[in-house]
């Protein structure tokens, strides 16, 4: 099927203008205690993504295929109206429960309302996650920056710790064989995009009508799932975006139905804002009742400092919330600090969280600290570049329980562009036998081109238990 899409694709360029790629992936998974005849979780799956653009229309096809069989299909038009971008969206998913008992520390308290899922004795990222201790099928560090998942709040580094740091395993799910499919493939969701630049304003509506039951991975608890238990209902969000003369940008995002910050997951496709469940139950004259309203301003320049605000208000119940961040250089810039402070509700000046980070090359430093201004984390990164390597270690230290995790980085681009990393990660200090760390997990990676046409990913990881992961990717781009 695979080399039938392949070929068929090369043979249609001369009609249209086709690009896309294939992937193929092929996942290995230890089972239990590792011997010379240890068995294996295997994991077979193909990604692909294809475009076609006739007559200024493009029509893309993305397919995910694994062992059980199609996993999602998303179809795409998208078009220039005018002066109107317009683009549209359907997606179909596969139903997958995540396979993981309701206790998985078996203290008695179910993994939905427990705060330690784990049972580490610390409240984590891992809890935050219906994953817990299975926090190993989804990849150490997803968005790279030496600091592993499980210590690092901004999974996705967009500078910000939202809904998708919490919920790593949409796009970024990498071997999932504990995941099984409860019924059939369904139509999910439609969105549809339209967008214009009037008068220096950008304005984009995304307008959603999805099922608000679907989610992935259901809870193993629900064994099956299908037509007669989906609820679609719709959503809206507005966004305008500008910026001022003197630089000043600023956008405006306005949630009718809808959040901006929830993600709508399915297997390996993460989508950004999604319907509010309890939005237009039925037929109801506020159906489309405002469910958020967001105002970004950015580059407010005062001398040196340059300040940013986010604001958010909701009407039920009424909370109004503000982020500020402020940044500044010192000593001709050498020095540049980050400071962001976030109110949860600003009527009753109830803080958040406050965010210190600190840059001085080849040195940073980030400090979390909660509502109270008490030091949560703080986070060290050194790091050095020799020629096309790149060397750095990270350490995190918990004021609670002292050094959390130590990590090294190796980096280096070798000969046909392709690049090597080395990531080795220490954690859970002083539970060991001896002292020292209680864990540790290292990962070989090589990715990168082999020809313009052709990529490759692979990746080997081992813990104190031994070998944790084998995984291999071939791309070819067209």
Known sequence: MVVLLCVTA????????????????????????????????????????????????TFGSRLALGVPGIEHSIFTVETQLGAFNVRSESVFATPFSNGIPDDIDTDGTLNFVDTDIDGDGILNLADATPFGSF?????????????????????????????LDATPFGSDFAISPITRPIGPTLFVKKRFTTNINLAGFNITNLAIFEDVEFTHPFLSAVQTYGTSFQDFRFGNIITVSGQTVSGI??????????DPDIPSLIKKATFLGSVCENNNPGIQADAL????????????????????????????????????????????NMVNATITLTMKDVVNLAPLSTSIFINSAPLTVSIAMDESFSITSTTSTLSVSLDSSVISSTVV???S?????LSFRFQTTTLSGLSVFANAVFSSPGTGPKGGFGSYSTTFTVNGNITSNFGINSSMSFSNTGLSSLNAQLTFKF
Request: hydrophobic content about 40%.
């Open 397 to 399: 230290f918990l004021p």
């Open 135 to 163: 926090q190993g099928f989804i990849r150490p560090d997803i968005d790279g920056d030496g600091v592993p998942n499980e210590v690092d709040p901004d999974i996705d580094a967009d500078g910000t710790a939202n809904g």
């Open 249 to 258: 940008s600023f956008r405006s995002v306005t949630g009718l139905g809808a």
């Open 289 to 332: 009742a405002l469910c958020v309203e967001q105002l970004f301003i950015d580059n407010i320049r005062i001398g040196s400092l340059t300040i940013s605000s986010r604001s958010e208000f909701e009407l039920t119940p009424l909370l109004i919330s503000e982020t500020i961040t402020m940044r500044h250089g010192f000593f001709d």
């Open 10 to 57: 090369w043979q249609t360029q001369a009609q249209a203008d086709v690009t896309g790629d294939v992937t193929l992936q092929l996942g290995m998974l230890p089972i239990a205690t590792q011997t010379e005849a240890v068995e294996f979780n295997l994991d077979f799956e193909v990604l692909s993504n294809v475009k076609w653009t006739i007559s200024g229309i």
């Open 401 to 405: 329980t002292g050094l959390n995790s």
